[in-house]
């Protein structure tokens, strides 16, 4: 039930194929994918033509964490590349509910990013459209940050949001979180609520001299983390 999604951002770029492969081989479950455009963050990442290079190389899904503003002129192109999932920010949308139709017309799976400012209500009035929760536990734009500790609180106020809509609806959506999550807070972060962990800097720092048996260990270690919660 519990999803790890590496985040390439930390990965070896001259390599990223090869990245991909070996980190699903150790036993990840999605490619977190980070896009930044210089505008709606600081830092400038990755487009379309990456997501299609390495869409060949796994089965796994993409999970594909747009950091751009304007949002709906790009989603077409990474659902043409081959992501499956997409989120964003709701701060650089200026129709909400629309961009989230837009993904779901291109056949992703659709959901709502929120940093650590940014208040739940943008939930108020979508829950029935949303398949994923996204909270940042830092703020968007750089990996190897630290875990904001604050966003405990947020992820359990969005747990209780979640697990009510089911109870009406039937549906469950997934609480995602992202940035400075390690083996060492992985439990904490679980029990709060989150069922999907992105980690950069945790799983790929452990393996950039092209060791893949150390992405094993990482992974089996928040696994082993998350199986005490
Ligand atoms: C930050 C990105 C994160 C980042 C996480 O803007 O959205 O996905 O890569 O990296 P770590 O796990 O190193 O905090
Ligand atoms: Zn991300």
């Given at each position: 039930m519990y999803v790890i999604a590496?985040?390439?951002?930390?990965a070896d770029f001259a390599r990223l194929g090869e990245e991909v492969v070996n980190v699903i081989a150790a036993g990840a479950d999605?490619?977190?994918?980070?896009?930044?455009?210089?505008?709606?963050?600081?830092?400038?990442?990755?487009?379309?033509?990456?997501c299609q290079a390495i869409r060949p190389l796994?089965?796994?899904p993409i999970d594909v964490h747009l950091m751009v503003r304007p949002v709906d002129r790009i989603v077409p192109d990474f659902a043409r590349a081959g992501a499956n999932i997409i989120t964003f920010h709701p701060e650089a949308s200026e129709h909400i509910d629309r961009t989230l139709a837009l993904i779901h017309e291109n056949g992703c799976q659709a959901g709502l990013v929120f940093n650590p400012a940014t208040p739940?209500?943008?939930?108020?009035?979508?829950?029935d459209k949303l398949d994923i929760i996204l909270l940042m536990s830092v703020n968007p734009g750089f990996g190897g940050q630290q875990f904001i500790a604050s966003t405990l609180?947020?992820?359990?106020?969005?747990?209780?949001?979640?697990?009510?809509?089911?109870?009406?609806?039937?549906?469950?959506?997934?609480?995602e979180v992202d940035g400075g999550v390690k083996a060492d807070n992985i439990a904490e972060i679980a029990r709060a609520g989150a069922d999907a962990f992105v980690a950069?800097?945790?799983?790929?720092?452990?393996?950039?001299?092209?060791?893949?048996?150390?992405?094993?260990?990482v992974i089996g270690?928040?696994?082993?983390r998350l199986k005490e919660v």
């Open positions: 590496p985040s390439i951002l930390s999605w490619i977190h994918f980070d896009v930044m455009d210089n505008h709606y963050v600081p830092n400038l990442t990755i487009g379309p033509l990456v796994t089965q796994a739940l209500h943008y939930l108020d009035h979508v829950m609180t947020k992820l359990q106020a969005a747990r209780a949001r979640i697990d009510a809509y089911q109870r009406d609806s039937g549906r469950r959506i997934r609480l950069g800097s945790a799983v790929f720092s452990a393996g950039n001299d092209g060791d893949a048996n150390r992405y094993d260990t270690a928040l696994r082993a």
